[in-house]
């Protein structure tokens, strides 16, 4: 089946007495048993819930890989990649990585005796200087939120020279424009809270790899950790899945119209968007992904003062997150990268100015009116 129909009709297929034609929602904590020592597939729902197992299926699946993990939150996901790191294990991470993942990084690595070195661009970094004690890769492309484009490929066969693990958050992109393993990534972790729940109404997460060890290893710390995406909003999950495809290709059709719109608007200095042709990653992105995705940042000029283009704004929402079917915009400096600190921003090039937008599924036409109208009132 090709993406879109396995979208729908991908997961456990087995719901044989009643054949509802979406998977039920099992809300039972445990499993009768046969007999004393006779387990059956499900035992107790932190190990095994057949709709969490449902969803992580169908994410496995889309991703033409073996395995998938669905977990609490993102930040669940990548802490279930970081569980496999030892004291004196070191990381390599790309420099605008999510915030709440440079949290985890710049603070709770150190407590567990795990070191890590940021790396600005991973498409000219030199593996031959990383230490012997380097044992992953971990990276987002594009990144967040200044939408560089790292070559996944390149990236993973130098660090696998070197043994190291790569892991990619495909957040961005999903497995419907972008899938890592195929790119020879290791694991690939997902905030599904975004586009695969779509709906802004759930916090999830998910973990997917094709490496039987690793997900053995990654398996047993999802049920020794507990942070398990709980059956009710597994099937939230999987019915978002659903419509993941065309809701992607109406807000990555919407935001072609807008970066294109913006590109040539007086109040804008910088659009960070990859499916532009004017972007660096431009090319990079083409050949890696099937599409650029919905997000992207801007800067404006000194003229227009971006607090006054935010509160102007009617139709998008001053919110952090994206992926839903509606329009938000951010500012990252305060709202999602606010645990950098202010050099490490300005070296990286969170600016105060910068703002970052996540475009839904509206008329495009009304979204550019609302930008329009803001950029009027936000003139000095
Ligand atoms: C790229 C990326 N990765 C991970 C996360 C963390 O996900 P969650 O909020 O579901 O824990 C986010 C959240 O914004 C994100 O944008």
Known sequence: MKYASLAIHGGRRE?????????????????????????????????????????????????????????????GATALAF???????KVLVNSNVYGGTWNYVSRVFEERGITYEVVTDFNHYDF?????????VFLETPSNPLLYVTDIESVCKKAHEKGMLCVVDNTFMTSYLQKP??????????????????????????????????????????????AILSPFDSFLLTRGIKTLPVRMDRSQENTQKIVEYLEKHEAVKKVYYPGLKSNEGYELQKKQATGSGACFSIT?????????????????????S?????????HPASMTH??????????????????????????????????????????K
Do not use: W
């Open 15 to 75: 719901d044989a007495e009643i054949k509802g034609v979406n998977y039920p929602l099992y809300l039972s904590s445990t499993f009768v048993q046969d007999s004393i020592g006779d387990y059956g597939e499900f035992v107790y729902s932190r190990s095994n819930n057949p709709t969490r197992n449902n969803v992580e299926q169908l994410i496995a699946q889309l991703e033409e890989a073996k395995y998938g993990l669905a977990m609490a939150s993102g930040m």
């Open 322 to 330: 994206l992926g839903g079917v509606e329009s938000l915009v951010c």
């Open 181 to 226: 393993l195929k790119l020879g990534a290791d694991i690939v972790v997902y905030s599904a809270t975004k586009y695969y729940a779509g709906h802004s109404d759930i916090i999830a997460g998910a973990v997917v790899v094709d490496d039987d060890d690793l997900y053995t290893s990654l398996k047993f710390h999802q049920k020794i950790l507990g």
């Open 300 to 320: 404006l000029n000194d003229n227009f003062d971006s607090v006054a283009f935010c509160n102007a704004l009617e139709i998008f929402d001053l919110a952090v």
């Open 128 to 136: 031959d200087k990383a230490t012997a004690d380097t044992r992953m």
């Open 83 to 89: 569980s496999l790191l030892k004291p004196g294990d």
């Open 338 to 379: 606010e645990s950098y600190s202010k050099e490490l921003q300005d070296e990286i090039g969170i600016t105060d100015d910068l703002l970052r937008f996540a475009i839904g599924i509206e008329d495009v036409d009304d979204l550019i009116d609302d930008i329009a109208q803001a950029f009027e009132k936000a003139r």
